[in-house]
């Protein structure tokens, strides 16, 4: 007789009705505004969740995508702490993933803090832009692409 299937093993309808779909995404009241779209290899818009964490201050976030797959989070630049440069932690759940997708999103204007990241020194220079957010009229922009062309970076958890 097989086992019975864990939730991470099923996709479609756990998704919807398994997570929390609230919009808890203000990490800092009136601070910058990150955005982006959550897009599969093809452009289309994911139907997902995104989790933001800044660990050095036990700040979180979470944003579900809308139907063209458009996600918000209000942030302050965290502290860099060694040699990692300020960033996030990112977190994508989406229907189809049996697992969750971990990344991050760094800081354009931090060049020199950037360039002495050990994780972004490992990377090839397009890796390295695929987690870089974009200045766009005063926030911040930053698009997941979970496969294709410019996928996003995505590290084991």
């Not at 779909?21 to 994911?46: F, M």
């Not at 990112?90 to 931090?110: K, S």
């Amino acid at each position: 007789m097989p086992l019975p299937r864990t939730p991470s093993q099923t996709v479609g309808p756990y998704y919807s009705i398994g997570l929390c779909r609230r919009r808890d995404n203000d990490l800092v009241p009136g601070g910058t505004r990150l955005h982006g779209r959550l897009l599969d290899g093809a452009g289309d818009a994911v139907d997902g969740m995104l989790e933001l964490w800044d660990a050095r201050s036990h700040r979180w976030g979470r944003s579900p995508t809308d139907a063209d797959g458009r996600f918000e989070f209000t942030i302050a630049k965290p502290e860099p702490l060694g040699n990692d440069a300020p960033h996030f932690e990112v977190l994508v759940f989406a229907r189809g993933l049996l697992e969750h997708q971990r990344t991050r999103v760094y800081f354009p204007d931090e060049l020199k803090a950037n360039a002495a990241d050990e994780v972004l020194a490992a990377l090839a220079e397009h890796e390295r832009a695929s987690l870089l957010a974009q200045p766009e009229n005063g926030a911040l922009r930053f698009d997941i692409r979970l496969q294709g062309d410019e996928e996003t970076v995505f590290f084991a958890v």
